[in-house]
């Protein structure tokens, strides 16, 4: 699709998003791993590809404001040489009252101090990304319903692993992996085996 098709306020959007990330010094990858979706798709909402909905947006500026952050920067003042773009939607976070506490971003991977032993015994099985399938066979499970409830569902709402296609959550091929804040409690738990 060519830039001048495209309709003006998500080519401003695009531009500002990913002007914001490299200005940060964060590749598409660590943007992606901030908001636990794969590279491919921001690159498709930087080239304004992706007709993104306020609620993908949101998670945009939160992972942004959370890298601002991170790095020293207050997200309500960005630095003057920043374009018009990442001006306007600095301001027009801060207008609504955009704050990254309230839409559960962190900057840090802290871990869930305490982790169920279905979820433990499911992070442990996670060394790529894997099918629902392969993880259910992986654990010795057969009941689908019982394992998404169980044992899906629970590590992603804790943030421990992702969907590899977000946006997607029922395509075929659709994967789980594990998060920065997954990763970090595989690190933080040497204990446990995947043998469990």
Not at 144 to 165: D, S, W, Y
Request: hydrophobic share 40%; with cysteine; charged share 25%.
């Amino acid at each position: 699709m060519k830039a001048r098709a495209l309709p003006f306020l998500r080519r401003r959007v695009a531009a500002a998003i990913r002007e914001q990330r490299t200005a940060l010094g964060l590749s598409q990858a660590g943007l992606a791993e901030r908001l636990n979706c794969h590279t491919d798709y921001v690159g498709k909402v930087e080239r304004g590809e992706q007709n993104m909905t306020l609620a993908t947006l949101e998670r945009f500026f939160a992972a942004l404001i959370a890298a601002a952050s991170a790095v020293g920067r207050h997200p309500a003042s960005p630095p003057g040489d920043m374009s018009a773009d990442v001006r306007l939607l600095h301001a027009f976070a801060t207008s609504i009252g955009f704050s990254t506490q309230q839409n559960g971003i962190n900057d840090s991977p802290e871990v869930t101090p305490e982790v169920r032993p279905e979820i433990r015994r499911l992070l442990c099985k996670m060394r790529e990304p894997m099918t629902r399938q392969s993880l259910q066979r992986a654990l010795g499970l057969k009941a689908e319903k019982n394992f998404r409830l169980v044992h899906l569902r629970p590590a992603i709402q804790a943030g421990l692993i992702a969907m590899t296609i977000p946006h997607k959550p029922n395509s075929r091929l659709q994967k789980y992996r594990l998060t920065a804040k997954g990763k970090a409690w595989l690190s933080a738990n040497p204990a446990d085996s995947p043998s469990l």
